[in-house]
């Protein structure tokens, strides 16, 4: 029932462009995406409730697909402060709040 | 602005010992969310509590009980701790249960020796 992402990693130039994807084989009622720093709590970026909406704000948009039941975030022109471990919580159940987080996807940002 | 507050930041206890970890919730947060993270591992739900009832329970071992008290603060005992149980745990807050943004605390490290 965990929710699959990919990449596992990703490293990146400054200024460039990176896509993260969570698929889960079970229909989503939402999908939380986090940035956590090591040893940090998890970030909240955004949610995104079925109904296929995008949402975004700054250089960090995000996608839900109802139909194919993934979520995508797409970092534009990264920033060395994106550097972290990604991770979506996806709801399987709406009045819940409870996340079945994937196993996360490593972005590094290189100057 | 204010944000979840975990006490306390780091604990070390021996095998077979109890401990308590709290969490005081963002200001008219009604819902308090507990998630257990090892290392290189991403958060685990154990319970969550709205309006101080249980609302959901996860992988939480029996060893383990938490509450959630009339000022909506809330705390995870966990008894005859084991070495796996070293691990970050989390609390997070939302207004209201379900699709609501999750604001996490900065976590207590747990370290079972």
């Known amino acids: 029932q965990q929710p699959v992402q990919s990449p596992q990693a990703v490293i990146l130039r400054e200024g460039e462009d990176a896509v993260i994807n969570c698929s889960s084989s079970?229909?989503?009622?939402?999908v939380h995406w986090y940035r956590q720093k090591h040893g940090e709590a998890p970030v909240f970026l955004m949610i995104l409730l079925k109904g296929g909406e995008q949402k975004g704000h700054d250089k960090i948009s995000a996608s839900f697909n109802e139909k194919k039941q993934q979520s995508s975030l797409y970092l534009t022109a990264s920033q060395l402060s994106y550097s972290g471990t990604y991770f979506c919580?996806?709801?399987?159940?709406?009045?819940?709040?409870?996340?079945?987080f994937g196993q996360g996807t490593t972005l590094q940002v290189k100057p | 602005a204010a944000g979840v507050i975990q006490s306390p930041r780091h604990l070390i206890k021996e095998k077979r010992e109890t401990a308590t970890l709290k969490c005081y919730p963002i200001?008219?947060?009604?819902?308090v969310y507990w998630y257990q993270q090892g290392p290189g591992q991403d958060p685990q739900f154990l319970i969550s509590?709205?309006?101080?009832?249980?609302?959901d329970k996860g992988s939480i071992p029996d060893r383990f009980s938490a509450q959630q008290f009339s000022d909506y603060h809330s705390e995870l005992n966990m008894s005859s701790l084991e070495l796996g149980d070293s691990a970050l745990y989390f609390c997070?807050?939302?207004?209201?249960?379900?699709?609501?943004?999750?604001?996490f605390g900065p976590g207590t490290r747990l370290t079972v020796t």
């Open positions: 509590f709205y309006e101080k009832m249980q609302s």
């Open positions: 079970k229909a989503l009622y939402s």
């Open positions: 919580g996806t709801e399987y159940s709406s009045n819940t709040g409870k996340l079945i």
């Open positions: 200001p008219r947060h009604d819902t």
């Open positions: 997070a807050s939302s207004l209201g249960r379900g699709a609501y943004e999750q604001y």
